[in-house]
């Protein structure tokens, strides 16, 4: 219940609950974000961690503070999205006929994966990159594609790229606003952009339905 709490106030309060994280843990707040990133990533049933904003909020404060050190943590947000992405192929490869097979598993429900299939029909490979910046969507796109028909050559090709533009993309994206005296008098609302802009494709599709 406490991990629960702490998810959902990292979700809701991330900035706060990162400079609390940070003060408390020092140096170990690398071990915690690679941990978050890895679990966002490969498993299925962590659809709702704030990926997005938690790594535009790394890359304010590494600007506005300097407690964060960017030159180690996009390569090393980079591997854990890349690791969380292949432990989350081999889960679906070994695992998806009984996954599919149920309506609802914890938080993941079957139409999160019916959407990411629609999407890999309509992109192809690139769906892998595209996902990257679509809540819920990036995390069940490498369950879909192991369990699906994509080869694993194709998969990493597509994986590595989108792991790359993703966090490096958004840590670098927060880093050089940071620079900006409005958007951290406005941080919050910055924040609520990001996730409302991530959110967009879903509700778009929702909307047309």
């Given at each position: ?55 535009f909020t790394i890359g304010f404060i590494a600007h ?81 594609a192991g369990a699906g028909e994509m080869k694993y ?57």
């Amino acid at each position: 219940m406490e991990i629960i709490e702490f998810f959902k106030e990292f979700l809701l309060h991330t900035k706060p609950t990162l400079e609390r994280l940070i003060a408390q843990y020092d140096t170990y707040i690398y071990i915690i974000l690679f941990l978050v990133v890895f679990a966002e990533t490969g498993l299925v049933i962590m659809p709702f961690l704030p990926g997005d904003s938690m790594l535009f909020t790394i890359g304010f404060i590494a600007h506005t503070t300097g407690s964060l050190d960017i030159s180690i943590l996009i390569p090393l947000l980079i591997l854990a999205a890349l690791l969380g992405d292949n432990l989350n192929y081999y889960i679906g490869h070994k695992f998806g006929d009984y996954v599919q097979s149920k309506e609802r598993i914890l938080f993941l429900k079957r139409e999160h994966i019916d959407r990411t299939e629609k999407y890999f029909e309509k992109n192809g490979g690139f769906t892998i990159i595209i996902a990257r910046f679509i809540p819920i969507v990036r995390t069940v796109a490498p369950f879909v594609a192991g369990a699906g028909e994509m080869k694993y050559k194709t998969y990493i090709s597509y994986c590595i790229l989108g792991a790359i533009f993703w966090v490096a993309g958004i840590i670098l994206l927060g880093y050089f606003l940071g620079k900006i005296p409005w958007v951290e008098a406005n941080f919050e609302k910055v924040i609520l952009t990001i996730i409302v802009i991530s959110l967009l494709p879903i509700v778009t599709k929702l909307f047309k339905k």
